[in-house]
């Protein structure tokens, strides 16, 4: 099947900090892949498209500068949070988009704490 | 832009009985796909089923069904037979044709449905 992993699983930061979160398709290549953010007890919210060799694609009221996003390759996409607060502390969850089967398959999620 | 509605926040079915969850959607595109999505306590999203909106055949995959009314932007899950693995939370979610593919998700705020053994 299609796996998707996330590093790390979780990751405590102080305020002020910077983190970066890998996305990698692990069986299959990936040109698109998104990154998500989900609050407690609440749904997925759309934060950004990730394309292979080019910008990013940002939602409507994500700070482009604060959520530097870098696909570099076809299997791997990056999620940096700089400048990290509290606030940001959420879990962000990618999927990639196998273009075969043209479904999104999803990563096991990073919790970011910012203290 | 798009908007998918889940009206039940909480649903509760006895364990082998069949429970029906509700999805509304607005869109005005003509070609789009609907999805269900699990996400169990391990918060791994995992997917249900999947309803491509040209199709007027509903979709089915094994004890998961679903009633996509495309006139009425309605796309219901239904599970038979429920057992205790199936307690999560469900997501429906759109995504429109247009674009290739490459367009992300946009999910409804969840239906967490409780299994009673």
């Known amino acids: 099947g299609a796996v998707v992993s996330q590093h790390p699983s979780r990751v405590i930061c102080k305020s002020g900090t910077s983190v970066k979160i890998e996305c990698r398709s692990l069986?299959?290549?990936?040109?698109?892949m998104f990154w998500y953010r989900q609050f407690p007890k609440q749904s997925l919210m759309l934060m950004a498209t990730?394309?292979?060799?080019?910008?990013?694609?940002?939602e409507q009221g994500v700070e482009k500068d604060k959520f530097l996003i870098n696909h570099a390759s076809l299997t791997l996409s990056t999620l940096t949070v700089t400048s990290a607060h509290p606030e940001d502390s959420s879990f962000y969850i990618c999927?990639?988009?196998?273009?075969?089967?043209?479904?999104?398959?999803f990563g096991p999620g990073t919790r970011l704490t910012v203290l | 832009a798009q908007t998918v509605t889940q009206s039940q926040p909480e649903m509760s079915v006895q364990e082998a009985e069949t429970v029906t969850l509700s999805c509304t959607y607005d869109?005005?595109?003509?070609?789009?796909?609907l999805f269900w999505y699990k996400q169990p306590p391990s918060r791994q999203m995992i997917l249900v089923i999947r309803?491509?909106?040209?199709?007027?055949q509903n979709a089915t995959e094994n004890r998961f069904s679903v009633n996509f009314q495309k006139a009425a932007k309605s796309f219901s899950l239904k599970i038979s037979d429920s057992q205790l693995g199936d307690a999560a939370m469900y997501f429906c979610?759109?995504?429109?044709?247009?674009?290739?593919?490459?367009?992300?998700?946009?999910f409804g705020k969840g239906t967490h449905l409780i299994i009673q053994p």
């Open positions: 999927s990639a988009r196998r273009e075969v089967t043209d479904t999104q398959y």
């Open positions: 069986d299959f290549q990936a040109t698109t």
């Open positions: 990730s394309n292979e060799g080019s910008k990013a694609t940002y």
């Open positions: 869109t005005s595109e003509s070609d789009y796909y």
């Open positions: 309803q491509e909106a040209y199709k007027q």
């Open positions: 979610a759109y995504r429109r044709s247009r674009g290739g593919g490459a367009d992300g998700l946009t």
